[in-house]
């Protein structure tokens, strides 16, 4: 019983969803962030150079690597992005490291989904496909949270969660 | 006898290699209809001429006009845009075809009636959008049942303003393909 609890709480915490990983949430301010990490963020960036309102940290959350993209808003410092590659990070439906672009789109049945390999610029500025490199971003409506899934060789490698909004695709 | 059935064959053979080659989908056009070619060119074509207003209309500045006409004994929707290759001078030029006919197929046997998945296997290569809903320039029409499966050439993928960019559009009910769009976008000739 204390073990199947004990696995369901952790499956929790790395659950992959649209808004986050288990209990780090897109939005969540800096203090409920370190909270939820349980350590200290010392910004080198934000709040240091008064022009710059962004920044990237490194960090561990239950035991996994995370890079966490800050943003200063009006008044608050909050998460805006979140990347990661441990294949505990799985979706409801079992989507994570490993899996394939047809199952991430059979999985998300209904959703905006954007299947795409990535460029590489030659020296006369023209995109040229890098055949083993693709990504698979997948959003519930044309603007907002988004899972953008890094494949190479068609199995998923890496991910990012971040809101996306139409002018920045 | 066995000469002239064998010959008959041959010919029998030849139009319906013909007949599919008219009505093969690509990135770039329905067999000899293509993206790009001009208002003349069409004509010339479709042996018929086509009015299209917004043209001549100077006053709302409408650069895009469609034409409803026959191609090969099938119904397709053309879509002209106004495309300047000089100053003050320009030229209407083929920029979509739209077709629900199940005669039209790509190379791959991509169609009327083909299934999503099909659909993304056969483009495994090239950029892919699902949208829900029937997604056209400026609205989508929503509904139960209905999708949006885009392929992107890379132009259009990488938004290359200095090449021709192409996207090859279906439109789905039940994950099943019921009409489709070729569209352009044409490189400024003045460039």
Redesign the interface.
Same mark, same amino acid.
């Given at each position: 019983m204390l073990v199947t609890t004990t696995t369901i709480a952790q499956n929790k915490d790395y659950l992959l969803s649209l808004d986050g990983i288990g209990s780090l949430k897109l939005g969540m301010p800096l203090l409920e962030l370190e909270k939820v990490l349980k350590t200290r963020i010392t910004l080198k960036v934000i709040d240091v150079d008064s022009v710059v309102l962004v920044e990237t940290i490194n960090a561990k959350y239950k035991g996994i690597d995370v890079e966490i993209s800050l943003w200063k808003r009006q008044d608050y410092i909050a998460v805006d992005g979140i990347s990661a590659s441990s294949p505990l990070c799985k979706t409801k439906s079992g989507i994570g490291i490993g899996s394939t *672009?047809?199952q991430i /789109? =059979?999985a998300y049945d209904?959703?905006? /989904?954007? =299947? *795409? %390999?990535v460029?590489e610029y030659e020296g006369d500025n023209? %995109?040229k496909?890098i *055949?083993t490199k693709s990504t698979v971003t997948v959003k519930e409506a044309?603007e907002g949270y988004a899972i953008i899934f890094n494949l190479v060789n068609n199995k998923v490698v890496s991910f990012d969660i971040l809101p996306i909004y139409d002018d920045e695709e | 006898m066995k000469k002239i059935c064998l010959f008959f064959l041959i010919v029998a053979a030849s139009c319906t290699a013909a007949q599919k080659k008219d009505h093969i989908i690509s990135m770039n056009g329905l067999g000899a209809l293509k993206l790009g070619m001009s208002q003349e060119e069409v004509e010339k074509l479709l042996n018929e001429k086509i009015l299209l207003p917004n043209s001549l209309d100077t006053i709302n500045d409408n650069y895009q006009d469609t034409a409803k006409l026959k191609y090969k004994n099938i119904d397709v929707q053309l879509e002209f845009n106004r495309n300047y290759y000089a100053p003050n001078v320009f030229r209407m030029r083929l920029i979509g075809i739209k077709a629900n006919s199940p005669l039209c197929k790509t190379a791959s046997g991509i169609g009327v009636g083909t299934d999503m998945l099909k659909i993304i296997a056969a483009y495994d290569s090239l950029h892919v959008k699902i949208q829900p809903g029937y997604a056209y320039y400026y609205e989508t029409e929503e509904g139960e049942g209905k999708s949006t499966v885009s392929i992107l050439d890379d132009a259009a993928s990488t938004m290359d303003y200095f090449s021709d960019a192409y996207t090859m559009v279906f439109f789905l009910m039940n994950k099943k393909v019921i009409s489709f769009e070729l569209k352009a976008k044409l490189k400024d000739e003045r460039d």
């Amino acid at each position: 019983m204390l073990v199947t609890t004990t696995t369901i709480a952790q499956n929790k915490d790395y659950l992959l969803s649209l808004d986050g990983i288990g209990s780090l949430k897109l939005g969540m301010p800096l203090l409920e962030l370190e909270k939820v990490l349980k350590t200290r963020i010392t910004l080198k960036v934000i709040d240091v150079d008064s022009v710059v309102l962004v920044e990237t940290i490194n960090a561990k959350y239950k035991g996994i690597d995370v890079e966490i993209s800050l943003w200063k808003r009006q008044d608050y410092i909050a998460v805006d992005g979140i990347s990661a590659s441990s294949p505990l990070c799985k979706t409801k439906s079992g989507i994570g490291i490993g899996s394939t *672009k047809l199952q991430i /789109i =059979a999985a998300y049945d209904g959703y905006h /989904i954007d =299947a *795409k %390999p990535v460029f590489e610029y030659e020296g006369d500025n023209k %995109p040229k496909r890098i *055949k083993t490199k693709s990504t698979v971003t997948v959003k519930e409506a044309e603007e907002g949270y988004a899972i953008i899934f890094n494949l190479v060789n068609n199995k998923v490698v890496s991910f990012d969660i971040l809101p996306i909004y139409d002018d920045e695709e | 006898m066995k000469k002239i059935c064998l010959f008959f064959l041959i010919v029998a053979a030849s139009c319906t290699a013909a007949q599919k080659k008219d009505h093969i989908i690509s990135m770039n056009g329905l067999g000899a209809l293509k993206l790009g070619m001009s208002q003349e060119e069409v004509e010339k074509l479709l042996n018929e001429k086509i009015l299209l207003p917004n043209s001549l209309d100077t006053i709302n500045d409408n650069y895009q006009d469609t034409a409803k006409l026959k191609y090969k004994n099938i119904d397709v929707q053309l879509e002209f845009n106004r495309n300047y290759y000089a100053p003050n001078v320009f030229r209407m030029r083929l920029i979509g075809i739209k077709a629900n006919s199940p005669l039209c197929k790509t190379a791959s046997g991509i169609g009327v009636g083909t299934d999503m998945l099909k659909i993304i296997a056969a483009y495994d290569s090239l950029h892919v959008k699902i949208q829900p809903g029937y997604a056209y320039y400026y609205e989508t029409e929503e509904g139960e049942g209905k999708s949006t499966v885009s392929i992107l050439d890379d132009a259009a993928s990488t938004m290359d303003y200095f090449s021709d960019a192409y996207t090859m559009v279906f439109f789905l009910m039940n994950k099943k393909v019921i009409s489709f769009e070729l569209k352009a976008k044409l490189k400024d000739e003045r460039d």
